[in-house]
């Protein structure tokens, strides 16, 4: 039998290629659903309290509206009044990132009259939408197209979003339809919303990048249905941030890209009994390739702000030295938005989304138990299993070689990550708001964590000056060979001094550390089941 559920993915396009994708939607027969028109005003206070909350707040109105009708809007707005008639209040996320909580604390600032009195309009945007339907190979799919102008503070830009959503059509029957219409060069999958767009156009937000957050689980999903909601959790956060490297080239969001492809392969190991197959293995080297691309820059934003930036002071060579790199971290980074605008990788975006929701995985007879099982009782199967193994493999860390702790800070890693995957079912809401469970699951799973992060921190440093000292040496070699533009001997010295001066743990500190928190690790106790 195949079944069916409700299923939304969303793309960028270009407003010069909107008749294109018209165009194309009539190719398939779509039947119009209707236009809409629609003018908002978003609000917030002088430091995007609200936006930085993750929430969008605003009014809006449908329909034909006049420049007076705007005005008034805008002066009532600027004096906390109500909105005027005809107009209604928005409150939206403004991502899949936006915290469970933002709506109670939004209620809680609104209630202030102060605050009330402190929102002003940070931009304005009016949004034509048209629908569609569309039945093609066994795919009823409903697509918007939302064409959009944003204003403020004197500047303007357009963009479309197009939204491709299924509620009665098999997963596999709309991605194949989704992979026919969809063309690399014009649509790239998106987590930006119209609101969010706004906020990132305006440059109100206080960051760019998007950290990781937990996936919203629920404790009556099966295996298969969290394992969806963890992978697109964990794209989500990818997405966000690689949107934000396009536009602003932020370090942190490239960081964040690698967490979430980190966090990604961790939730494809969790699972793998449940995944593992080829639509999976031809997914992985892509993604490694992906991956690489953002590692290559992300080191030298480490190496540069952490390693070599302290360290130079006011050597003249040493500052030659940074500039130098300054010009290969650009070339990296000129590489990696080139990688993410690139149409395979467009391409790899669609292919892995719909693995997640309709691959080879969601088909295969022999794993309809697996897929069927009980998240709760997976999780604690799950994590007993690899808890205990990794406990195991800590039994000696104070007396592992350099190879073995690099391995066992990775596997500290995904075992944190495998954790953190569950955080909102530790302790689920009751009908009322309340803890369903005691503060003693919260407890558990916050002093699990912190052991893992402790331990992660101690194995971490080693491997930042392994690294620092690897990439010195090579550059090193490099300027003695010529090879680094105007780098003389003064830069090799610098190089050289800048080597000496990096500082690791000694053995009896690092055998101390590791002691404490291989202790730590054995006296944790389980927060699950």
Request: glycine share 6%; with cysteine.
């Amino acid at each position: 039998m195949r079944r069916t559920r409700e299923i939304s993915c969303k793309f960028n396009l270009e407003p010069q290629d909107c008749d294109w994708l018209i165009a194309t939607l009539g190719r398939y027969g779509a039947e119009p659903l209707g236009e809409t028109k629609d003018f908002a005003l978003y609000l917030d206070a002088p430091d995007a309290a609200i936006g930085n909350h993750g929430l969008a707040l605003g009014i809006h109105r449908a329909g034909e509206i006049t420049s007076d009708d705007v005005k008034t809007a805008v002066d009532k707005a600027a004096r906390g009044l109500p909105a005027p008639n005809g107009w209604m209040r928005l409150v939206e996320p403004l991502s899949a990132a936006t915290p469970v909580g933002a709506r109670r604390w939004l209620q809680s600032l609104l209630r202030r009259q102060d605050a009330q009195q402190s929102l002003r309009v940070l931009f304005q945007i009016e949004t034509q939408g048209s629908r569609w339907r569309v039945t093609a190979g066994g795919a009823n799919a409903e697509i918007s197209l939302d064409r959009a102008r944003i204003a403020a503070n004197r500047k303007q830009a357009s963009f479309a979003i197009v939204t491709f959503g299924c509620k009665a059509s098999p997963a596999a029957d709309f991605f194949r339809f989704l992979t026919e219409i969809c063309g690399p060069t014009k649509l790239r999958m998106s987590a930006e919303g119209i609101a969010l767009r706004g906020y990132r156009f305006c440059g109100n937000l206080r960051d760019s990048h998007v950290s990781a957050f937990p996936p919203k689980l629920a404790t009556n999903m099966d295996a298969a249905t969290a394992f969806r909601t963890i992978a697109r959790a964990c794209f989500d956060q990818f997405l966000l941030n690689e949107a934000a490297i396009r536009l602003t080239r932020e370090r942190e969001a490239v960081h964040q890209c690698r967490v979430a492809l980190r966090r990604l392969s961790t939730g494809l190991r969790l699972f793998s009994s449940l995944v593992s197959g080829p639509g999976r293995d031809e997914l992985r080297p892509e993604l490694k390739q992906l991956a690489a691309h953002l590692q290559k820059a992300r080191d030298l934003d480490v190496l540069t702000a952490e390693v070599i930036e302290p360290a130079a002071g006011t050597d003249a060579a040493a500052k030659d030295l940074l500039h130098a790199l300054e010009g290969r971290r650009k070339l990296a980074y000129d590489e990696l938005v080139a990688s993410l605008s690139a149409p395979r990788t467009a391409k790899l975006f669609s292919r892995l989304v719909g693995w997640i929701e309709a691959g080879d995985w969601t088909i295969d007879p022999e794993r309809e138990g697996r897929r069927q099982e009980p998240i709760a009782s997976f999780v604690a199967r799950k994590l007993v299993k690899i808890t205990e193994k990794f406990k195991e493999r800590c039994d000696e860390l104070e007396e592992a070689s350099q190879e073995e702790r690099h391995r066992i800070r990775i596997r500290a890693k995904n075992l944190r990550y495998s954790a953190e995957f569950f955080e909102t079912l530790v302790a689920p809401k009751a009908a009322r708001g309340k803890p369903a469970r005691p503060k003693t699951a919260r407890k558990r799973f916050q002093a699990f964590i912190a052991v893992l992060k402790d331990l992660q921190t101690i194995l971490g440093k080693e491997n930042d000056v392994r690294m620092a000292r690897r990439f010195l040496a090579s550059l090193a070699q490099e300027i003695s060979e010529g090879r680094l533009a105007d780098a003389g001997m003064a830069t090799l010295a610098a190089v050289e001094s800048i080597a000496g001066s990096i500082e690791s743990l000694s053995e009896s500190e690092f055998r101390k550390k590791a002691v404490k928190a291989r202790r730590a690790l054995a006296e944790v106790k389980p927060f699950w089941g």
